[in-house]
DNA sequence: ACGTTTGCGCTTTAGC
DNA sequence: GCTAAAGCGCAAACGT
């Protein structure tokens, strides 16, 4: 057969793909691992940057939501019409 | 003070540091998504290619530790001295 | 009241089978550790051990990860219907 | 050879006894999720049974420690002799 | 859409 | 004291 076994062709790529994929999400992993351990080496404290940045996200997180909020009541109250 | 707050400045530039990373590796888990989204649309069964992936990724991790025995025994046995 | 903080008592008794059970878990643990150092003793290298048992472990569990994937191929093809 | 591998016997015994109680343990650990799994189904919050447990032992640890400080203290000032 | 279940990242602990 | 592995907690993913 000359067209091969196309569906296992195409399963093939999008293993590779994810696998490729992975791999590149592992590799900023890794940095984000390296950064840690330079801020440690100059003496900051790996816990607290972790909870400063985890507050960070959260604080962003919960101004989206502000901002999710007052965009639907301004549409309820025809404030974008 | 002309040199502000080294120490802060510092610790705000590993933060955003870190932070840009993640969005990074954010980004990639999206990808990552999309490839199963498509394939998906492709009539692939999902969860039988994430099954392939992880077990082609332990065998390759098993492969691996059985590499490092080796060279452990071989250390113990004085091979490499 | 009679009856007590039923609530109350319910979550006591919870709380104190989980620590039970980890106290037991800990205890185990410390056999674990016990016989590292026996077999320590009698002259064998706990690095390479941990290896061959972490290895046995991996292999083991690729083994049923494999059987796990030919299940869900056989789910697909209806195999099993 | 009548004798067998005995040093090869004595790391098999090693490994499988090292095997047996990690398949122990683990199966102490099946049974905390069960607990979880179950006081879930009664209503209570697991992260908050989780926070207790962990608040407990910590505050188990502090007084033990504060017990092996008075002893110290104790030993020092000679109320023991 | 929700609840359950599994995978993944972080935290913590143990070995070196 | 640091590195690496194991256990735990969370979050996304699957099934209902």
Redesign the interface.
Known sequence: MSEGNIAGD??RL??E???R??E??KG??D??RD??A??KA?S?DTKT?RA??RL??QERHARQEAQALLETYGAQLGLFD
């Open positions: 195409a399963l999008y293993v793909r994810i696998e994929l992975t590149e999400r900023i992993s940095d984000i950064v840690y330079e801020l100059n900051f940057v400063c940045i960070r996200a």
